[in-house]
C-alpha cells in the first residue's frame, strides 16, 4: 500500500494502543481512569486520542459490534477491468453503507464491506452497485466468526 | 440476547465513535435518551452478552506500519473448516478469521483469515508456516495483498435512514 505514510509514535501513543483496544473502562471519566494508568492527566489523554485521531491511526474510540446483530453486513467482490477501477471503486465508495473498500491483487481486485439495517437494504446496494457498473458483484456474507476480536497487538519496530 | 429499543438507540449513538470529553457516556446518554449511568450498565452487559465485541481504540494498520495486509482464504472441506477456524484464529498475527460461502464456479474458497505484517515476503512466510502447521498446506489458497484502501471508516447501520 504505497498512499499511505507510517504515522511516528511515541511511548504513551503506543501505550494507548497496545492496552486500550478492548474494556475502556466504564466508569463516569473513562479517559482520567486511563491517565491514573498511565500515569498522565486526563488532559493529556484526550489530546493523545484526538490527535491520532486526526492522524488518521485511530479510526474510532468506539465499539466493534458483532456482526448480524444490529442488521445485516456482507463482503463483497468484483472483478474489474482495470482501466475502470478508480471510476467503479468511486462509485461503491459513495454508498453511505460501505465502509471498507480495498483494491486487491486477484481478478476479483475490487473488495467492499456493505453495512446496513436489513438484509433487504444490503441487497439493494449490492443490485444498485451491479446496475450503475454493469458488472458482477459477489455477495459473500458471514456464516461464521472465529475466536474473540481482542484487537490488533502490534510488535513496534 | 434480544436487543432491547433503548440498546438500539445506545448502539445507534455509538456509531460515530465515543466523543472525546471528560464524560463521554453522559454525551451518548444524551443522543440515545437514558442517564450516564444507564448507558455504562447497558454497556456493560452488551459487552458481557458479546454484542459489542470490544470498546476501546480502533487501530488503522496502514498508519502503525503493518503496510502488509494479506486476506489468505482457503478451500476446507465443509467437515472440517470449523475446527479449521477454530484453531487459526488462536495464532497472534491472525487478526480475524471466518466462513463465508464459496460461489462456484468463480470463488472456491470458504475460509477468510486476515494476516498483517509490517513487509510482504515476511507476511507470505508466516502465512506458509501457519498452513504448515496446521496440515492445510495441501489445501486450494491464495493470498490476496491489498494494494490500495479506497476507504476504511466503522459501520454504520442507519446511513441510509440519516
Redesign the interface.
Known sequence: ?V?????P?DALDRR??EE?????P???????AMGEALGVS?EVV?DR??R??E????????????PH???W?T?A?M?VPQERLDEV??L??AC?????????????NL???V???SRE?VADVLAGIAGRSGLEV?????????????????SW? | ME?SPAD?RL?DA?????P???????VLGERAGMA?AEV?RR??A?QAA??????????????????A?A?TVMDVPDDMV?AV??R???A?DV???????R?LP??PYNL?AMV?G?ERGAVLARIDQLLDEHGLAGLPH?V???????????????????
Open positions: 500500500m498512499d499511505i505514510q507510517e504515522v509514535l494507548l494502543i486500550y483496544q478492548r474494556d475502556l466504564l466508569c463516569p471519566e473513562p479517559y482520567a486526563e484526550l486520542l484526538g491520532l485521531q492522524r488518521g491511526v485511530l479510526s474510532r474510540v468506539g465499539a466493534v459490534i458483532a446483530r444490529t442488521g453486513s463482503l467482490a472483478a471503486a468511486e461503491v465508495n453511505p453503507e460501505v465502509n471498507h473498500n480495498y483494491a486487491r491483487e486477484h481478478r476479483l473488495w467492499f464491506v453495512t446496513a439495517a437494504r459477489l455477495d459473500l456474507p458471514l456464516e461464521r466468526a472465529y475466536g474473540i476480536d481482542l484487537g490488533f497487538k502490534p519496530s | 436487543l438500539r448502539l455509538l456509531e460515530g465513535g465515543l472525546l470529553v471528560p464524560r463521554p457516556y453522559a450516564e455504562i454497556l456493560a452488551l458479546g454484542v459489542v465485541k470490544r470498546l476501546g481504540l480502533v487501530v488503522r494498520h496502514h498508519e502503525i506500519g503493518y503496510r495486509n486476506m470449523d477456524g477454530e487459526l484464529t488462536r497472534a487478526t480475524l478469521c471466518y466462513r463465508r460461502p460461489r468463480g470463488w477468510f498483517h509490517r491464495a490476496l495483498f491489498s494494494t490500495r484502501r479506497f476507504k476504511q471508516r466503522g459501520a454504520r447501520y442507519r446511513a441510509a435512514a440519516a
